[in-house]
C-alpha cells in the first residue's frame, strides 16, 4: 500500500503542476493575442498593440503564432488534460476497488486468526482440566493404596508374627470399619493367607469351614439376601490355596474362598507376590452393588525383603494377600463432585491395557464436544493400562469476538477508504469547475486537512491534547481574571487533572504491578487539595441532593511534605465510589492526626443518627481501622506521638450513607479489576482499580488502609498516611511554595463575629471550620431563638449569620420574626446553607424584604470568600492572584535567557513557550530533534533546551545523544585551540513529556539530559529543575 501511496501522491503532484501551466498559457493566449485577431477589436486593444508589436513582432507574426499554438500546444494540452483525467479517475476507482478487496481479505484474515486462538485456547483449558481431574484421581487413589499397604504391614505385625495372632475375623471386621474413612474409595477390604495342599486339612480344621471355589462366585454372582455359604463349591486340589479369613463386613460373604482359584484373581495374585508391590484386576462388575471396580492386591511376607528380592525369595516369604476392592464409579463421581466445574466437561475413564478392546471403566453415552484430550492415569500397576478421557459438554460458541473484531475493522476501514475515495471524486469536481469553483475547492482541500489532521491526532498519545489544555488554562490564569472567572478555571483544571488520572489509572496499575511507583517529595497544602477534590464533586453531589462536607482538624499542619497528588488520588477515588453508590444522606471527610483519634474523645464516632452529618445513620468508624498497626500496642504508636514535630502521621475517613458493600463481596473489595457486581461498570463506569490502586499508595505512604460497611447504612473507608511536617520555618519548606490555594482575603474579615444556626453539632462545626479560615470567629447555636437571643443582648457584634436550610425552613413564621426582629439592632447579614438550589424554598418570607444570601453546599474557603465580599461589599473583587516566591524566582532565573523548545506539537510548543516568556525568557521553537540538532550545533547562542521525548523520524533521547556528541568533538577542539573557551559548550536540555511511564530520570540522564519537566509545567517543578543550572540574578 505504500507504493500505491507513493505513486498516487507523485501523480496527483504532477497534476496540480502541469493544470496550472495550461491555465497560465492558456490565459496568454486569451488576453494577449485574441484582441489583435480581430476577436476584441477595441479602442483598448489598439492603444495597446504598439508595445504588443514591440515583443511579438508585426500581426502575420502573431497569425502564425496563433495558429501554432490553436494545432500543437492548445489541443495537446486539452487532449492530454482530460485524458489523463479520464485515466486517472479509472485507475483511483480500481484502487478503491483494490483496497477493500485487501481489507475484506485482511479482515477474513484477522477472523481466522482469531478463531483458531479461540479454539485453542480451549483445547488448552479443557487438557487443564482434564489433567487436572487425573492428577486428583491418581492421588486419591494413591493414599487409598498407602492405607491397604499399612493395612498390609499391621497384618504382619500382629497376625503373623505374634502367638497367638492377636487378630481375629471380629477383630479386623471392626478395624476395618473404624478406619473405613481412612479409605474412602474403597467398598471392602479382606485378607487372604497362603495355605499349602499339606496344610490344607489342619487349616481347614482349625478356622472350621472348608475352603470354597472362586469360579462359583464369578460364574453365579450372588445378591446379599440370597446369599449362602455352604452351597459354594469346596476348591479343587492344587498345590497351595488362598482363603480369605479377614474380610470387612461389607464383604464378608468372601469369606473362606480361595482367591487362587479363579482365573484372572490368581494371575493378579502371582503377580503381586513375585513383584512386592500392587497390582490391579481388570473391571469387573461388583457383587451386590453392580458397578464396576477393581481389586487392588499386596502381598504380605514373613519379614521384611531387600528391594533386589527375587522373585523366589519373595514366593517363599509370602504370608497372604491383601486385596482392597474399589469402586471406580463411586471414585470418579466423588472427585467431580469437589469441582465447580463439574458440568462442562464429560469424563471417560478407560482401561486401556488390550488397547485393541478398551473396557469403559466410568462415563456416559452423552455426545458433547467433537474435540477431546486423553490423560494418562497412573495407578501404580505397570502391567495395566488407564485412559481418561475428557470433552466438553457444550458445542463450542460462536467465535463473536473475532466476528465483532473483523466486522468492526473492516467497517472502519472501508468508512475511512471511502472517506478518501469521496475527497478525492470531489477534488475531481472541483477540477472539472476549476474557473467556476475556485473557493469551492479551497474548502474542500481545507476540509480534507481538517480532516487528516483530525486522524493524525487520534492516532498520537492521548493526554497530549489534555496537556494542551490545561496549559492553557494556566495561561489562562495569569490573565487578568476575577474571582469567579478564576474559581471556573480552577475548576476546569481540576476536572482536566482528573481525567488525566483516570488515564493514568492504568499505568498506575502497571507500575505497581513491576514495582515501579516512585512517590514524590514536595509541599503541599492539604486543605487546599481538599478544596479542590469538592469542587470536583460538588456539582453530582448537589444534583442527587447529597451533602458532600470536609473537616480537617487544628492539629494537623497548614503545609505537608509528600506526594500531593498522589493523595489527591486516593481521596478522589474513595469520594468518587462514594458519589456513585450514595443517593441520600452525606458523604462527610475528616482529617485528624493519628494522636488525636487514640487519646481524645473529640474525635469518637457518634452512635446516634442525631449526630451524624445529615441525620442518616453511619457505620461504627472505628470498625474500619480494626486491626491497623498504629492503633495496637504492638504497633508503631510510640513513633507517632514521639517529641519530634518532622513526622505528621494523619488519619483519614470517608463516610457516606449509601447503599453500602454486599458482605460476600467485601473480601475482595481490593482485588484488582474486580467489582462487587458486574453491573456496577455498566450502570456506574469505573475499571475497578481504583481501590486497589489507593490501597497501594497508602502503603507506599507508610499507612494502612480498612473499611466498614453496612448493607442500606453505608459506608467509612479509613485510612493513615505518614507525612513530613511542610512548616514554613523548616528550610525544605521555604524552598518549595504552594499554587494550590486561592488568596482567601482572611485579611479583609479580620475581627468578624459569626453567627452559625444548626442543630446538628457535626454540621455546624465543618461551617465554624470553613469560616475559621477566613479568620472569622464564629458562635454556634441550635436554633433561631437562640440565635436571635444572642444578636439581640448585645454583648457581641454579629455581623454574619450563617443558617442551616433545615432550621429557617422549618417554621415560617418564626423565620419571618427572626429577620424582623434582628432589623431593630444593627442588622447582620443573613444566608442560607442549602444543599441544591432546587431544594429552597423561596417563599419562606415576603417578597417586599430584603432575601437572604444563599449559599450552596458544599462549603469552601475560597468560595464563601468570594460570596461575603460579593455581599457585604468588601474587598477586591478582580484578580486576587498572589505572586508567589516560584514565580518571582523564576523570574530572577530566567529573565533575558535564551531557551530553545523542541516539540513536535504546534500547541505544546506554544504553552511551553508562554509559559517561559511569562518569566522573562527569549524563547524560540523548532519542531523536530533534527532542527534541534542544527540549532544547538556549538557554537550556539542558547542557554538551555527543553526537549520534547516522543517525536516523529527522531526522539528527544536520540537528539540528545547526538548534541552531546557534537559537543564533545567541539570540546576537543577547543582544548587543542590554545585561547579555546569550552566553558559554556555543555548546554543544559530538559525533557518534556507527558508520558509518566517513559519519562524517568534514569531515562534522561542515560541519553545525556540533565532532567525532565511534566507537561504542562509547573511553577514548583519547573524552579527544582531551572535552579540546578542558572544562578540567581
Known sequence: MSLIHVVGFGLKVGHLLWVPCCLIVSFIYLNWFNCNLGINHNHNCSNNNKWKMGFLGDYDGKVWLNNWWEKNLGNTCKQYYYKYNSLRRSWWRKLWHAYVVFWIVISSSRFLHMSSEATEKRKESLVSLCDERARMLQDQFNVSMNHIQAMSILISTFHHAMDPSAIDQKTFARY????????????????????????????????????????????????????????????PIQEEYAPVIFAQETIKHVISVDVLSGKEDRQNVLRAR???????????????????????????????????????????????????????????????????????????????????????????????????????????????????????????PWPWEAIHSSVGMLVIAVLIGYILYATVNRMFISEDNYNEQMELKKRAQAADVAKSQFLATVSHEIRTPMNGVLGMLNMLMDTDLDVTQQEYVRTAQGSGKALVSLINEVLDQAKIDSGKLELEAVVFDLRAILDDVLLLFSEKSQGKGVELAVYVSDEVPEQLIGDPGRFRQIITNLMGNSIKFTEKGHIFVTIHLVEEVVHSIEVEPQSTSKDTLSGYPVADIRRSWEGFKAFSQEGPLGSFSSPSSELVNLIVSVEDTGVGIPLEAQSRIFTP?????????????????????????????????????????GSTFTFTAVFTNGSPNSKEGRSQQINNQPHLASSEFHGTNALVIDPRPIRAKVSRYHLQRLDIRVELVSDLDQGLSLITNGNSAISIVFIEQEVWDRDSSISLHFVNNTRKVDPPKLFILVNSNSSFRASSVNSGDPFPVVITKPLKASMLAVT????????????????????????????????????????????????????????????????????????????????????????????????????????????????????????PILAMTADVMQATNEECLKSGMDGYVSKPFEAEQLYREVSRFFPTS
Open 673 to 713: 479489576f474486580m467489582q462487587v457486581d458486574p453491573s456496577i461498570s455498566r450502570k456506574h463506569g469505573g475499571t475497578g482499580i481504583g481501590l486497589s490502586i489507593s490501597k497501594c499508595l497508602v502503603g507506599r505512604m507508610n499507612g494502612e488502609i480498612g473499611f466498614v460497611s453496612i448493607p442500606n447504612i
Open 868 to 987: 461575603l465580599q460579593r455581599a457585604m461589599g468588601v474587598g477586591n473583587r478582580g484578580n486576587t492572584r498572589n505572586v508567589e516566591l516560584p514565580s518571582l524566582s523564576l523570574q530572577h532565573l530566567l529573565r533575558g535567557r535564551r531557551i530553545l523548545v523542541v516539540d513536535d506539537n504546534s500547541v505544546n510548543r506554544t504553552v511551553a513557550a508562554g509559559a517561559l516568556k511569562k518569566y522573562g525568557a527569549d524563547v524560540v521553537c523548532v519542531s523536530s530533534g533534527k532542527d534541534a540538532i542544527s540549532k544547538l550545533k556549538p557554537p550556539h547562542q542558547f542557554d538551555a533546551c527543553f526537549m520534547d521525548i516522543q517525536m516523529p523520524e527522531m526522539d528527544g533521547f536520540e537528539a540528545t545523544r547526538r548534541i552531546r556528541e557534537l559537543e564533545h568533538m567541539a570540546s576537543i577542539e577547543a582544548s587543542m585551540d590554545a585561547d579555546g573557551n569550552n566553558s559554556k559548550l555543555r548546554v
Open 176 to 235: 476395618t470399619e473404624r478406619t473405613a474413612f481412612e479409605r474412602p474409595l474403597t467398598s471392602g477390604v479382606a485378607y487372604a493367607v497362603r495355605v499349602l495342599h499339606s496344610e490344607r486339612e489342619q487349616f481347614e480344621k482349625q478356622q472350621g469351614w472348608t475352603i470354597k471355589r472362586m469360579d462359583t462366585l464369578e460364574q453365579n454372582p450372588v445378591q446379599e439376601d440370597d446369599f449362602a455359604l455352604e452351597a459354594l463349591e469346596p476348591s
Open 274 to 396: 513375585e513383584s512386592g508391590k500392587g497390582v490391579l484386576t481388570a473391571p469387573f462388575r461388583l457383587l451386590k452393588t453392580n458397578r464396576l471396580g477393581v481389586i487392588l492386591t499386596f502381598a504380605v511376607y514373613k519379614k521384611e525383603l531387600p528391594s533386589n528380592a527375587t522373585p523366589d525369595e519373595r514366593i517363599q516369604a509370602t504370608d497372604g494377600y491383601l486385596g482392597g476392592v474399589f469402586d471406580i464409579e463411586s471414585l470418579v463421581e466423588k472427585l467431580l463432585q469437589q469441582l465447580a466445574s463439574k458440568q462442562s466437561v464429560i469424563v471417560n475413564v478407560y482401561d486401556t491395557t488390550n488397547h485393541t478392546d478398551p473396557i469403559a471403566m466410568y462415563g456416559s453415552d452423552v455426545l458433547g464436544d467433537e474435540f477431546y484430550h486423553v490423560s494418562t492415569l497412573n495407578f501404580g500397576d505397570p502391567f495395566r493400562k488407564h485412559e481418561m478421557h475428557c470433552r466438553f459438554k457444550q458445542k463450542p
